[in-house]
């Protein structure tokens, strides 16, 4: 949605007032402020790359419906994915997607996200493995903390530690 992000001036004050992540603190230029990139912020060559990924992409009829439809390489977005959509993009197509496009901390963090949705969606499971899961969301949103924002995390991240 433009002019909806979790990344903005109001919360990069934020971090500034909490004395925190000082490496993204507004910086101000004369009258202009500047936002530094976070380090999970892709560039506009990285968005090209991420969305052809996707539009390029080619699954097994029956999979899910053909992503490309709804990637806009104009607008390098992603709209109008439906619920089972969304939910093959977190198991496995994010995974091939983001190889090689953000660094290291904030794309490992994504990986074990997208690996733990995985497992939590697997036709059978273990009881021992879920309580495994269980400490490993935890690990993850740990993880998330370091590379993202704290106004990332609301109420939905939360749910997160209560699948298993």
């Known amino acids: 949605m433009n002019g909806k992000s979790k990344d903005g001036l109001h919360a990069r004050k934020d ?3 909490l004395g925190i992540r000082h490496d993204l603190h507004p910086q101000e230029q004369g009258a202009k402020t500047y936002l530094p990139a976070a380090s999970h912020t892709l560039s506009k060559a990285e968005k090209e790359i991420f969305c052809k990924r996707l539009f390029d992409l080619k699954v097994p009829n029956g999979y899910s419906s053909n992503i490309a439809n709804c990637i806009s390489m104009e607008e390098l977005k992603i709209t109008g994915l439906k619920s089972h959509d969304c939910h093959m993009l977190m198991r496995q197509l994010l995974l091939v997607a983001v190889r090689g496009l ?6 490992n963090a994504i990986l074990c996200l997208c690996s733990i949705f995985n497992k939590l969606c697997q036709r059978v499971i273990d009881r021992e493995e879920i309580a495994t899961l269980e400490d490993e969301v935890v690990e993850t949103l740990c993880m998330f903390e ?3 924002l704290p106004s990332f995390f609301d109420i939905m991240i939360h749910l997160a530690i209560h699948l298993g």
Do not use: A, E, T, V
């Open 15 to 17: 971090l500034q007032d």
């Open 102 to 107: 953000l660094p290291k901390g904030p794309r």
């Open 146 to 148: 370091r590379f993202f």
